[in-house]
C-alpha cells in the first residue's frame, strides 16, 4: 500500500506515524503538505497527531480549511481507508467526516500517559487482527479527548458497530475510573457508517514497537493491510 501522512503546521505524530509505516511495516509513504490539493496515488491516509494551528479557536477548527482536506473527503467518499490520531480524529469530527466532536478533557488536565483500550467490534478494517474484547495497551497525549455527541448518535454509533474502540481497566471493564477524559459512554474510537475513517484518540504509533513498551497497536495498523490485500484479490 502506499500511504500519505498529511503534514499541518503544529503536527508532531507525522514522523512516528511516517516511521511504522515505513520502516516497521515496510509501506511506501509520502508526507503531503496541508497545502497541497492533491493525494497522489495514496490507497490510504493518515491524520496525525499535534496541535494543528496552535489549537486556536478549536481543535482541528482551523485544518479543516486546508486545502488538502477537499482530497482527504473525496478519497473518504471513494472508499480509500482514512486514519486520525488524537488531533486527526480532532480533524475528521469538524470536517464532518465522522459524527460527534472532542472537547476538553472532564478533568481540564492534558493527559499524558498508557491507558486500556477494549475492542468493541472485531470486523472491520481496523480490527480484523484483532479479538472482540481484547485489552490494548496503547498511550494517549491529549488536552481535548472527551467525545460528545447526542444521545441518538451515540445508540446510532453502537448499533451499526461504528464504536471500534473504548476506554477500559486491564479486565475490560469500563468505569469512569478507566476513562481518562470523560469521553461520552467511554469511546477512544469510531468509524463512520461506510467503515474506512477510522478516528481514534489513544496513540497507536506510540505502541508499535516492544521496545516503546508496547506492540499492541500494531495490530490496527496490521489490520488496515490484510483488509485491503485481501479487497485487491
Not at 472532542?102 to 479479538?131: M, P, Q, W, Y
Request: neutral net charge; glycine residues 10%; aromatic residues 8%.
Amino acid at each position: 500500500m502506499r500511504w500519505a501522512v498529511v503534514r499541518f503546521p503544529g503536527s508532531n505524530c507525522d514522523q512516528d506515524a511516517f516511521h511504522v509505516l515505513k520502516n516497521v511495516l515496510g509501506q511506501e509513504v509520502d508526507y503531503v503538505w496541508h497545502k497541497e490539493t492533491s493525494l497522489g496515488a495514496a490507497d490510504a491516509i493518515m491524520l496525525p497527531g499535534g496541535f494543528s494551528y496552535g489549537d486556536y479557536l478549536r481543535t482541528g477548527a482551523i485544518a479543516r480549511f486546508s486545502p488538502i482536506m477537499g482530497a482527504v473527503k473525496a478519497a473518504a467518499a471513494e472508499g480509500r481507508v482514512v486514519m486520525g490520531i488524537c488531533n486527526g480524529f480532532q480533524i475528521l469530527c469538524e470536517a464532518g467526516l465522522l459524527p460527534g466532536v472532542l472537547i476538553r478533557n472532564n478533568n481540564l488536565h492534558f493527559r499524558c500517559e498508557t491507558v486500556n483500550v477494549r475492542v468493541e467490534n472485531a470486523d472491520s478494517r481496523f480490527t480484523r487482527g484483532l479479538k472482540a474484547g481484547q485489552v490494548l495497551r496503547i498511550p494517549i497525549a491529549h488536552g481535548e479527548g472527551n467525545y460528545v455527541a447526542d444521545a441518538k448518535t451515540l445508540d446510532s454509533l453502537f448499533a451499526n458497530k461504528q464504536v471500534l474502540f473504548t476506554y477500559s481497566d486491564a479486565q475490560g471493564l469500563a468505569s469512569d475510573a478507566s476513562n481518562p477524559n470523560g469521553s461520552a459512554r467511554h469511546i477512544a474510537g469510531i468509524t463512520n457508517a461506510a467503515g474506512n475513517v477510522l478516528g481514534l484518540m489513544p496513540h497507536p504509533e506510540r505502541a508499535s514497537e516492544a521496545i516503546l513498551g508496547s506492540a499492541d497497536g500494531l495490530g490496527i495498523f496490521e489490520s488496515v493491510l490484510a483488509s485491503e490485500t485481501a479487497a485487491a484479490r
